[in-house]
Nanobody, 116 residues
């Protein structure tokens, strides 16, 4: 059974850092693209970053490029998102998601709140 579970969200001041984690089970990073997607209050889903089949170059939205870093730890079956230089506009619920035929599995989300 495929499962994803995020953790690591919280309240941080503008300019601060957080690291989100997404523990996965039921599939391998070698075989699937995994992504971080966020939803700000009152807004739609926004793609943040993806890593494709573990070994390829990661991709980032322009809004986070240079500030966020996506990575995986195959031994721990965990996806990470290191977020630095956080801004108030980064406030959102952050989801990890597996790409199958579309995003077919999602975590429950973790709240990130950046205070100015």
């Amino acid at each position: 059974e495929v499962q994803l579970a995020e953790s690591g969200g919280g309240l941080v001041q503008s300019g601060g850092s957080l690291r989100l984690s997404c523990a996965v089970s039921g599939f391998s990073f070698d075989d699937y693209t995994v992504s971080w997607v966020r939803q700000a209050p009152g807004k739609g889903l926004e793609w943040v970053s993806s890593i494709v089949n573990y070994i390829t170059t990661p991709y980032y939205a322009d809004s986070v490029k240079g500030r966020f870093t996506i990575s995986t730890d195959n031994a721990k079956s965990t996806l990470y998102l290191q977020m630095n230089s956080l801004k108030s506009e980064d406030t959102a619920v952050y989801f990890c998601a597996k790409w199958g035929l579309g995003y077919d599995y999602w975590g429950q989300g973790t709240q990130v709140t950046v205070s100015s």
